[in-house]
């Protein structure tokens, strides 16, 4: 499976400059957001802007917690059955985007199929959306990864009674903007992976990482002792979130 990435130049979405420029590799175009979902405008942006468009969006409201977010749009050149596997490449790159900006202690695993959990505490998490009425065995326009990160919780008097989540400013991520650059550069690394080694073992890092029972099959789905979760029934699903974000 190869996923085409198109070349472009930094753009943005409205007038608030962004909190500094990203450095990207070349076949990203990166699109700036103040407000709004940046899963929601990568999908409106998917058909005309086509693959490697990248909005990144930054919140930090009174009352609620601050959000890290940035979505990705992909071009498969394969049916959508296969492409879904690209959503366990995203959190593979996810993973490593933030293994590389924590401390070297820290642990991080993933909950299925899209939750990003910080040692015992959820950070936030990954999304999938695809271009719309795609059977199984059509290849999609496009499809857009999602990420939703928890970027602070000062709203919250006292940050110790949510214990099930964690933020990137009490885990002294200092630069946000840094995963971002690091999840587009081992995106593609990981692509490069399933083209030239398959997906077999790219699998078997995915479940290494996993928290709780279970392994990948070469599907992309769950193996458990109870039986098999497809991928294409758990990513219908975000149980990490509510409908304002990641779940503290």
């Known amino acids: 499976m190869k996923f ?5 130049q930094a753009a943005m979405l409205d007038d608030h400059p962004a909190p500094r420029a990203l450095l990207l590799p070349p076949p990203y175009t990166a699109h700036w957001l103040a407000q709004g979902s940046a899963l929601r405008h990568a999908c409106s942006l998917a058909d005309e802007h086509g693959s490697g468009t990248l909005v990144w969006h930054y919140s ?21 059955s296969q492409a879904r596997k690209a959503f366990i490449l995203g959190m593979l790159a996810l993973g490593d985007a933030i293994a590389a900006h924590c ?32 059977a199984e065995d059509d290849v999609p ?18 940050p110790g009674s949510k214990p099930e989540s964690v933020s990137l400013s009490e885990e002294d991520f200092a630069d946000p903007p840094a995963i971002l650059e690091s999840f587009a550069s081992y995106l593609m690394l990981y692509f490069d992976r399933l083209t030239h080694g398959g997906f077999e073992a790219l699998a078997a890092n995915y479940s290494g990482r996993l928290v709780g029972e279970g392994s990948l099959t070469a599907d992309g789905d769950l193996q458990t002792a109870n039986g098999l979760v497809t991928l294409k029934e758990a990513v219908a699903t975000s149980f990490w979130r509510n409908e304002t974000g990641p779940e503290l």
Do not use: Y
């Open 4 to 8: 085409a990435i198109l070349q472009g």
């Open 60 to 80: 930090s409201p009174q009352g609620a917690p601050g959000r890290f977010d940035f979505a990705v749009v992909l071009e498969p050149d394969v049916p959508l």
């Open 103 to 134: 401390p070297p202690e820290r642990a991080v695993g993933f909950g299925w199929p899209g939750e990003l959990r910080l040692d015992a505490g959820r950070l936030g998490g990954m999304r999938l959306r695809t271009a719309p009425d795609v």
């Open 141 to 158: 326009d496009w499809m857009v990864l999602g990420v939703e990160l928890i970027a602070d919780r000062d709203h919250l008097s006292a």
